[in-house]
């Protein structure tokens, strides 16, 4: 996959929507009953990188304060959905020793690698930091834990929504309608090719999450060095 030529792509489609409003609000932020959850593999951008990515927030703020904007200790890359979030699981329900035993296993030739965050995107739902890995380390990982996985009996719901390639970071979702669009989407411009920082991948973690992986309600469950 071309990643820029991907992110360009879903911008140019997303961008068209947004200003004919047609864009999706997520009804579920604020919902105390909102009981989906699952399991994932996260990477945490450096606090170096994540400052940078709040001062951009930070304006977005400025003229739509009552979007959803991501935390720095929510900040994320999804390495891979292992159980996708669903209506009333619950950890209780799965033996996580057998999970983390594979994902061990798929850490094979896991070498150092390094992950940029460069420009932003959109979709018809949220605002989407741009990331670029330097080589194909995390995909490959990817492709064993997928392999892994399917050769296993434990519940799992990988690629069933869509088989993740990117290295991309949510970080505003769409909460209300719009009372400053034009410069609200002025400053997404502004920002489509800025440098937030690039960072080394040191750790992977295995968390038990809600959707919006909301660090009051993650549960850390094992951390990968690497």
Partial sequence: MDLQEHYQKLYDE???KIIAEDYQIDPLIEDPNDLRFGITLVIRPS???KNNIQLFLNELKSVEPHQYYYQNQDIHITVMSI???YQGFQL??????????IIKKSFEDF???????????????C??????MEDDVINNFRNRLRENFKNSTLEQSIDKRYAIQTAHSTVVR?????THKKDFLKIIEEY???????????????????WYQREKKVKKLTVFKV
């Fill in 83 to 85: 159980i996708s979030c």
């Fill in 14 to 16: 997303s961008i068209i």
């Fill in 192 to 210: 489509r090719n800025v440098d937030f920082g690039t960072f080394k991948v040191s750790s992977v973690e295995l968390v038990y999450n809600d």
């Fill in 127 to 132: 605002i989407l930091l741009q990331g670029f």
């Fill in 47 to 49: 606090e170096e990188v």
């Fill in 92 to 101: 209780s329900s799965i033996n996580i020793d057998d999970y983390i035993k």
């Fill in 174 to 178: 769409f909460k209300e309608l719009f």
């Fill in 111 to 125: 070498n150092t690698t390094r992950i940029q965050f460069k420009g932003v995107t959109v979709s018809p739902s």
